[in-house]
T-cell receptor, first 115, second 111 residues
Framework: NAGVMQNPRHLVRRRGQEARLRCSPM?????VYWYRQLPEEGLKFMVY????????ESGMPKERFSAEFPKEGPSILRIQQVVRGDSAAYFC?????????????FGPGTRLTVT | GENVEQHPSTLSVQEGDSAVIKCTYS??????FPWYKQELGKRPQLIID?????GEKKDQRIAVTLNKTAKHFSLHITETQPEDSAVYFC??????????FGTGTRLKVLA
């Protein structure tokens, strides 16, 4: 059973470009969470999605950031017009839902560098 | 808002000694408390968790205790080994399933 997969693992973007980060949850998991980790800091919740629904996006900046989890395919975190402050590691996690909502399993992360 | 405080931020112990990391949460509705270990450049890995209906849980050299009245929980690692060196994060969550993470503790086990 493959774990949570994220790609790319490293992404370099110039200021003003768009960044697209992908997350494939564990098989059988229907809940996806995105977190951001700045260097030397803890993880900060960004958004919680179920298939085709955004459940909680309270941690995501209102501008330039968007997330989706379509019926088919991976969850996507999209950052438009990136700025240097967006440089961070972005982790996604998934959970099974139903009676096992609490346990979240993390992917390897995407390290975004904005130059 | 919801907040989780974690102490200490760094901790150095001699190999074989015990390490204790403490967290305090603010949301009294929190009912699930996982601990993650993160090695440099790697993903956070769940090492132990505890639910609010339990006061203590043990898994070999790792234990977690929870005091709901005081709203704090602790990670205990006994007989530490060099491979325990990593950053450890506590987290708390309530019915929203949104993890609120502590700021992390960098543990160094000195051989």
């Amino acid at each position: 059973n493959a774990g949570v997969m994220q790609n790319p693992r490293h992404l370099v973007r110039r200021r003003g470009q768009e960044a697209r980060l992908r997350c494939s949850p564990m098989k059988g998991h229907s809940h996806v969470y995105w977190y951001r980790q700045l260097p030397e800091e803890g993880l900060k919740f960004m958004v919680y999605l179920q298939k085709e629904n955004i459940i909680d996006e309270s941690g995501m900046p209102k501008e330039r950031f968007s997330a989706e989890f379509p019926k088919e395919g991976p969850s996507i975190l999209r950052i438009q017009q990136v700025v240097r402050g967006d440089s961070a590691a972005y982790f996604c996690a998934s959970s099974p839902g139903k009676n096992q909502l609490y346990e979240q399993y993390f992917g390897p992360g995407t390290r975004l560098t904005v130059t | 808002g919801e907040n989780v405080e974690q102490h200490p931020s760094t901790l150095s112990v001699q190999e074989g000694d015990s390490a204790v990391i403490k967290c305090t949460y603010s949301d009294s509705a929190s009912n699930y408390f996982p601990w993650y270990k993160q090695e440099l450049g790697k993903r956070p890995q769940l090492i132990i968790d505890i639910r609010s209906n339990v006061g203590e849980k043990k898994d070999q050299r790792i234990a977690v205790t929870l005091n709901k009245t005081a709203k704090h929980f602790s990670l205990h690692i006994t007989e530490t080994q060099p491979e325990d060196s990593a950053v450890y994060f506590c987290a708390a969550t309530s019915g929203t399933y949104k993890y609120i993470f502590g700021t992390g503790t960098r543990l160094k086990v000195l051989a």
